[in-house]
């Protein structure tokens, strides 16, 4: 018995909502992937952290800018400072001896504003590169996360595939134990067939009844998982446009690709690591460099002894500016050790991210090596399961016309059958087996977002 070569459009989820969200047109594998990468709250979490990245750049750069500040004061000097005159120049109490004089004004504001702007600031520098350089770590990360994503989709995809093959199977098989019995129930009832004989059959239905409600709850449940991928409410009717398993297009051959483990995102977000800690302990190491500012300022200064002069500037208030141009160097001598502890652990932490690549090799290489095995273990399986299903469908076939003739008994009409249905379980699972060695070798070889592209 030949399965149809082409099946309809499979509603994988019989949840009844909103009438536009039952209207859902049917979407493919690559579809799916593309709402999973909009949709996947890691893949969003990923992409914000892009954003938080920008911002850092954007906070970094602002050091290399001007900066301007500007400052108000209003003082009551409600003690003034006094000088003392030496003798001889005036004042005093009339003896002849030092003088004092009460200096300023009870009351004094100003108001002013700097700018000051670096022209040499290596931290700052070399941060900003560090920074960009986190920007390019983010952005692999989330390249990271979106193969994560498809690939996690894509062996939901393949497993629902395989559910909905199990659910077809079952009631495939209900459908022609049910047509055994009724046949089955003119036999005993003209004395052909024993009781024990047609109860036989009712058991076998009855397990295989049990067997599809557990397929179907099963089917169930990963597309709630798939669902909770793509970030999609549970109650939103998902409806996919597939073919069976069996009409994947299947290779005859190992169809792998070349390997290249730079290719590989792991590898390249190790570099990233790497390439980020060394900007970041040079930039530390740049604290230690003198710094050279340029500056302006200038304030307005008003003082009088009566505190309402102080805003109208009207007599006997006084008011000036004053002001200054020119540059400041800074030159960090001693602080204690604490910037050379900090480059000695910037420097141990690169020598971990070098040993974690060398060891990220040697495992994306076994892993390589592994997926082609696999592929390999898996293609001659699925070809030895798919002649298999082929001889077990031809001697079922024939155990179930002779049982009608009467010509075989119900014993080899049931083990055919079992063999049958263990055999196209077993096909069918081989298949499944082929995807995800297919989805492992794409992974292996760097090549997963292919399947978006």
């Known amino acids: 018995m030949k399965w149809n070569l082409k099946q309809g459009i499979v509603a994988l989820s019989l949840a009844l909502t909103a009438p536009a969200l039952a209207q859902t047109q049917p979407v493919t594998l690559k579809e799916l992937l593309k709402i999973a990468l909009d949709g996947n709250y890691t893949v969003q979490v990923s992409k914000l952290e892009e954003q938080v990245v920008d911002k850092q750049i954007a906070e970094t750069r602002a050091r290399t800018m001007p900066q301007i500040n500007g400052n108000a004061n209003l003082t009551d000097n409600y003690r003034r ?15 002849g001896g030092p003088a004092k004089i009460t200096a300023g004004t009870k009351y004094s504001s100003a108001m002013g504003v700097e700018v000051t702007q670096p022209l040499l600031d290596m931290a700052a520098f070399t941060g900003l590169k560090a ?17 994560e994503v498809i690939n996690s989709v894509s062996k939901q995809y393949y497993q629902i595939l395989t559910n909905q093959e199990e659910v077809k199977l079952q009631q495939r098989t209900v459908q022609i134990l049910q047509q055994l019995i009724l046949a089955s129930e003119g036999q005993y009832n003209n004395g052909l067939l024993r ?9 076998n239905l009855i397990n295989t009844q049990s067997k599809l409600i557990q397929a179907q709850n099963e089917a169930d449940r990963n597309i709630n998982q798939l669902k909770v991928a793509l970030g999609m409410p549970l ?28 290719n590989r995102t792991e590898l390249r977000l190790l570099n990233s690591q790497i390439k980020l800690n ?22 307005h200064n008003i003082v009088s002894n009566e505190l309402n002069t102080i805003f109208t500037s009207k007599t006997p208030a006084i008011s000036y ?21 900090r480059v000695a652990q910037s420097n141990l932490k690169i020598q971990q991210l070098q040993k974690q690549r060398e060891a990220k090799v040697l495992e994306l290489d076994a892993a390589n090596q592994n ?15 798919q002649e298999n299903v082929k001889l077990s469908e031809d001697v079922y076939a024939a155990n179930r016309a002779n049982y009608n003739m009467g010509l075989s008994s119900l014993t080899d009409l049931l083990d055919s059958q079992t063999s049958f249905l263990e055999a196209k379980n077993l096909y069918t699972k081989s298949i499944l087996n082929y995807k995800l060695a297919e989805l492992e070798l794409m992974r292996s070889n760097g090549t997963l977002l292919k399947l978006v592209d």
């Open 81 to 95: 400072q006094v000088l003392v005159l030496p003798a001889g120049l005036g004042g005093g109490d009339g003896s």
């Open 371 to 385: 997926a082609n095995l696999q592929m390999n273990n898996t293609l001659t399986m699925l070809h030895t399961q």
């Open 195 to 203: 009781k024990v004989d047609l109860d036989r059959i009712k058991v």
């Open 321 to 341: 500016g004053m002001g200054g141009v020119g540059v400041r160097l800074q030159v960090p001598i001693f602080n204690g050790f604490s910037r050379t502890s």
């Open 131 to 147: 920074s960009k350089a986190g920007r390019e770590y983010a952005l692999i990360n989330t390249q990271q996360t979106k193969e």
């Open 235 to 262: 109650n939103t009717v998902l409806v996919l446009d597939t073919l069976t398993l069996d009409e994947q297009a299947l290779p005859t051959t190992n169809q792998a690709s070349g390997f290249e483990v730079d």
């Open 278 to 299: 060394t900007l970041q302990r040079n930039a530390i190491r740049a604290e230690g460099y003198p710094k050279l500012n340029a500056y302006f300022n200038y304030s």
